[in-house]
């Protein structure tokens, strides 16, 4: 078996760090060529070099996804780098905590803006292209607080609630165009804010954990490339929870 994404081009947001990135990276691995996303310009382009060691072509693009005319010109400069854009990531976040009471109307919006209404205008963008080619996935980033709900996340763990419909129903608009759309839901996942926790918080998270560990960066990517993937051609609509166990 060669390459699993031999020579497809992927648009991924978020993709200056983290889980964007790894993603940016385990793609390319796997001979994908990269639009690397991002509001960090930087960050892009350091995601972009990566790529570019590892053989494959990389576009670095700084975007805001909430905001329309970004993503129009970001799907643009894509399409112009590379001609077509085959894989959709939609992973682009951010985190603005406080309980119900003390949320301001601001953070609510900007967290909804970024992870819902942005997931929405990627896709908005980029799959009427994917549907003149007659295929292309798109595996969009949700979380399990989207399921169980977090103290002091309403604007975040509703955002991700959200997302969930709106891959469902995204699964079922272009399915007849050969478009695949699926949401992974991570659990407690070694990213940098989440490190930034320490030691005790880790230990904790990782014994409520079935397989008694907090999970890493590399096992969400692997996720998002089977289902990027031809191996994953006959799933979409799919939630699929990365957690280790924990709210199973």
Request: glycine share 12%; with cysteine.
């Amino acid at each position: 078996m060669g390459p699993l994404l031999r020579d497809r081009v992927a648009f991924v947001t978020g993709a200056g760090a983290g889980i964007g990135r790894t993603i940016a990276r385990r793609f390319a691995e796997e001979g994908a060529d990269i639009a690397a996303v991002d509001l960090n310009g930087p960050a892009a382009e350091e995601t972009a070099a990566f790529v570019r060691a590892l053989g494959r072509r990389a576009e670095a693009i700084r975007a805001d996804v909430a905001n329309a005319h970004d993503v129009q010109a970001a799907a643009g400069r894509a399409l112009e780098a590379f001609g077509r854009i085959d894989v959709l990531v939609n992973n682009a976040g951010i985190t603005l905590d406080a309980t119900i009471p003390e949320m301001s109307e601001a953070d609510w919006d900007a967290v909804l803006d970024v992870h819902l209404k942005g997931t929405f205008l990627c896709t908005r963008a980029i799959a009427p292209r994917m549907r003149e080619a007659g295929r292309g996935a798109i595996v969009n980033m949700s979380s399990i607080s989207g399921k169980i709900g977090n103290i002091g996340q309403a604007n975040y763990s509703s955002a991700k609630a959200g997302l969930v419909a709106l891959t469902k129903v995204t699964a079922r608009e272009f399915a007849a165009h050969g478009i695949r759309a699926n949401v992974i839901q991570p659990g407690l996942i070694g990213t940098p804010p989440t490190l930034e926790r320490g030691e005790a918080k880790l230990r904790e998270g990782a014994a409520g954990t079935p397989l008694g560990r907090i999970g890493t960066p590399d096992e969400v990517a692997s996720v998002a490339l089977f289902l990027a993937s031809d191996m994953a051609s006959f799933v979409t609509g799919a939630v699929i929870e990365v957690t280790g166990g924990r709210h199973m």
